[in-house]
C-alpha cells in the first residue's frame, strides 16, 4: 500500500523500465518533441512530467470522478455508494484534460505510437497502484484476461489500428496477462461517442457488444481503453462480459 506520500516501491522502477524503451528510440520529450537533459528517466522533459503527473487523491476508487481537492483521500461517489457499477475495480492515471488529452489523441488519430506506449506506461503504474490499495474498487492483482475495448471492423478499417488492443497488449506483457482480443466484439458501428450528448450515449450503444462465454466464463476479465468520460461505452461492455459469465470485471482507463 502507499501512504499517501508517493507511489508505491517498485512503481519508480517500472516507469524507468518503460522510459529506458522509448529513450532507446528518441531524445525527444514525447509530449513537446522538446531536447531531452541528460540522464533523464522517462522520454518527458521537466515540464511535461509535471503535467502528467497522476492523480493521487480526491476521487472515486470505484469509477474514477474526481472532486475539486486532489489532495483529498479517495472515497466512493454517491453514485457508486447508491447504485454501484457492472465492474468490481477501477484504475486511472489521470483527468481526460490538458497535456494527456493531447497525448490520448495523438496516439488515438495519429498513429504516435511513441506516445501510445508512453501511456501504457502511465496505465500499468495505475494499475498496479490502485491493485495494491486493497480498499473499495481495488482491481484484481492477478486477472485471468485482459479484454480491450473492440472497435467495429469498419471504424479499425478506417483508422487502421485499435488503440485500446495496443495498450492492452502493452500493459499484458509488463503484468503477465494473457490477452484475449476476441473475447468481446462490436456488434454495431454505432455514431462516435463524443458526438452525443451523455443522455443519448447509452441508448447508442444498446447491443453494441457481445462477448464469448468460451473465453470469458468463470474468469477474472481486465476491461482495456483509452478513456472513459461519461462511462457508457465501459459500462456497456462490462454488462457483455458479465452476461457471458465473467465472474470478476474490472476497468483500466489511461484517462478520466
Known sequence: MTDGTGPLPGLAALLRRFGRCLLAACDRCQACQGLLPAHTALPLCPACRD??????GGFCPRCGAMGQDADAAPGLCLDCRQGGRPWDGFAFHGRYEGLLRQLVLGFKFHG???QGRL????LAVAWRRAAAS???????????????TPLHPRRLAWRGFNQSLELARLLGREIGAPLAPQALVRLRDTVPQSSLPGRERRTNLTGAFAAD???VAGRRVLLIDDVMTTGAT??????ALRRA???RVDVAVAAR
Do not use: C
Open 245 to 247: 459469465g465473467a465472474v
Open 234 to 239: 465501459v459500462e456497456t461492455a462490462a454488462q
Open 213 to 215: 462465454p468460451a473465453q
Open 112 to 114: 504516435r505510437l511513441g
Open 134 to 148: 486493497n480498499g473499495p474498487g481495488s482491481p484484481d492483482a492477478t486477472p485471468d484476461l485482459l479484454v480491450p
Open 51 to 56: 503535467r502528467l503527473a497522476p492523480r493521487l
Open 119 to 122: 501511456l501504457a506506461g502511465f
